[in-house]
Antibody, heavy 118, light 108 residues
Framework: QVQLQESGPGLVKPSETLSLTCTVS????????WSWIRQPPGKGLEWIGY???????NSNPSLKSRVTSSVDTAKNQFSLKMSSVTAADTAVYFC????????????WGQGTLVTVSS | EIVLTQSPGTLSLSPGERATLSCRAS???????LTWYQQKPGQAPSLLIY???SRATGIPDRFSGSGSGTDFTLTISRLEPEDFAVYYC?????????FGQGTKVEIK
């Protein structure tokens, strides 16, 4: 069974860079695409961006200038960096898997809360 | 940019009742790109329906999806206690994913 686990600091200061890593176990990172999705407390889901195993990326236009994604196939991990964070970036951040040729996310991490505060 | 609007915002029903959730797209979309998720408190969303009408692995047949064009529906034929949750629709297009704002199904 594929499992995804997010890791990273739970508290980030305003204007700094949020960094998260998702570790994939029970399956390969190759031949899939990998997304980040966030959910502010009490609110809905917002797709942040994706990366595939070749390093191709795309991100939400509303966040594009602040988002950088990377993948480490040797470690079965992919990562998110979001710069210049504000309190509006406080959310639970999920990583999720998509199968190439399909359009849904079939496995999700449990999520990690990131709070932006001084 | 495609916008997904879900209605109603909250649905108050009793166990055993039928739930009908709507997801409307701002323009016509391919039904193969429409997905439904269920999210319970404190948990990640879980895949329910993909391609507008195909149930994901392990999803009971009381859940069904339908629709085309701009109007899509998730139906739960007889609500079980574990079905009270928030449901999101999602669309993929042009290498972007968009979520609806969610419908909460609560116990009446």
């Amino acid at each position: 069974q594929v499992q995804l686990q997010e890791s990273g600091p739970g508290l980030v200061k305003p204007s700094e860079t949020l960094s998260l890593t998702c570790t994939v176990s029970g399956g390969s990172i190759t031949n899939y695409y990998w997304s980040w999705i966030r959910q502010p407390p009490g609110k809905g889901l917002e797709w942040i961006g994706y990366i595939d195993d070749s390093g191709s990326t795309n991100s939400n236009p509303s966040l594009k200038s602040r988002v950088t994604s990377s993948v480490d196939t040797a470690k079965n991990q992919f990562s998110l960096k979001m710069s210049s964070v504000t309190a509006a970036d406080t959310a639970v951040y999920f990583c999720a898997r998509g199968v190439s040729g399909s359009y849904e996310f079939d496995f999700w991490g449990q999520g990690t809360l990131v709070t932006v505060s001084s | 940019e495609i916008v997904l609007t879900q209605s109603p915002g909250t649905l108050s029903l009793s166990p055993g009742e039928r739930a009908t959730l709507s997801c409307r797209a701002s323009q016509s979309i391919s039904s193969s790109h429409l997905t439904w998720y269920q999210q319970k408190p404190g948990q990640a969303p879980s895949l329910l329906i993909y391609g507008a009408s195909s149930r994901a692995t392990g999803i009971p047949d009381r859940f069904s999806g339908s629709g085309s064009g701009t109007d899509f529906t998730l139906t739960i034929s007889r609500l079980e206690p574990e079905d009270f949750a928030v449901y999101y629709c999602q669309y993929y297009g042009s290498s972007l994913w968009t979520f609806g704002q969610g419908t909460k199904v609560e116990i009446k």
